[in-house]
């Protein structure tokens, strides 16, 4: 009897420490150092940084507003040549979320004020949807997207935009460029607003790119060849995970999620490579396990290297 009620009481003891722990974690930022292959990339764009950050999920109770405020403070201390911001960036886009659209938009407003290009797409809680069955609240989304350009962020919907080559303004890009380094940002996936068809096809054939998404469920949609890198968040990194395993969580295990966390491997079509921000905020409990707030930073590399190696 004592030695199964000492396995209790251990048992009991683990469980504690990881709700604990699973309390803290979320204020633990780690910032992933990857390198992205991106072919025909040009000169002025080697070995240069772009930063991405993604799921704030403001607005839920005890959000990580320290976490968010640190992430973005981190990307003004790195001064990456460009930020991408993957989406969800409230909780919830309801009635009355002025104060939270406002207050999210305050956080990430020192980007802009930094004077590092800012680009972002919105994710399904930016139109309200916290479940599948909730219809898309467009005209919230569209608050949030006009409070972001505002403060000189610029959201994509299914739009390439060619990227100033850094110390370069826009004005010095020739529509005729060959060399013209892309950013292609789509919609969101769950708000049935993503055509990464259409957006990719933006984009001259031979010209380098990066894909943004929120949804990682867009990227198999993009044709063979048309994305080296692509980013994307949504997933949380499965928000809980078992130690020492990252990708057996709640998330990969009980939904089936293909790809949560990283760079993929088999994943879309050939020729196409995805990145996954574990993000910094969370949805329906405000714990994270073995999978703590991410900024990743990634080096660009002429198609020579290899990725994330």
């Known amino acids: 009897m004592k030695k199964i009620k000492y396995i209790l009481l251990g048992l009991v003891g683990l469980f504690c420490f990881l709700i604990i722990w699973g309390l803290i974690e979320p204020y633990i930022l780690d910032t992933e150092e990857e390198v992205a292959v991106i072919p025909n990339l040009p000169a002025a764009w080697q070995d240069k940084r772009i930063g991405l950050i993604s799921d704030f999920q403001y607005g839920m109770w005890l959000d990580n507003t320290p976490t968010v405020r640190r992430s973005v403070a981190k990307l003004v201390e790195e001064r990456p040549s460009v930020v991408l911001i993957s989406g969800d960036f409230i909780y919830h886009a309801f009635k009355g979320t002025d104060p939270e659209i406002a207050n999210i938009v305050d956080l990430v407003r020192p980007l802009p004020e930094a004077n590092i290009p800012t680009y972002a797409v919105l994710g399904n809680h930016d139109y309200g949807m916290i479940s599948l069955d909730t219809p898309p609240k467009k005209n919230l989304a569209a608050r949030l997207e006009t409070a972001l350009e505002d403060v000189g962020i610029e959201v994509l919907e299914n739009q390439a935009v060619k990227l100033s080559p850094p110390g370069q303004s826009e004005e010095n ?7 013209s380094f892309y950013l292609v940002g789509i919609g969101s996936h769950l708000a049935n607003n993503d055509r990464p068809k ?12 990066i894909v943004m998404m929120h949804n990682p469920k867009s990227f198999p949609a993009l044709p063979a060849n048309t994305a080296p890198v692509a980013v994307a968040g949504h997933t949380h990194g499965g928000q809980i ?7 057996w969580s709640w998330l990969a ?4 999620w293909e790809h949560i966390d990283g760079w993929s491997h088999g994943y879309g079509a050939s020729g196409n490579k995805l990145y996954v921000n574990r993000g910094i905020g969370f949805s329906d409990l405000p714990i994270r396990l073995n999978c703590s707030p ?14 994330g190696e």
């Open 173 to 179: 890009l020739s529509d005729g460029n060959t060399d």
């Open 253 to 256: 295990l009980a939904k089936n």
């Open 241 to 247: 995970r078992l130690p020492f395993t990252p990708q």
């Open 198 to 209: 259409e957006a990719i096809a933006q984009v001259p054939s031979t010209n380098p790119r």
């Open 294 to 307: 991410e900024v990743t930073l990634f080096t660009l590399q002429s198609q020579s290297l290899e990725v």
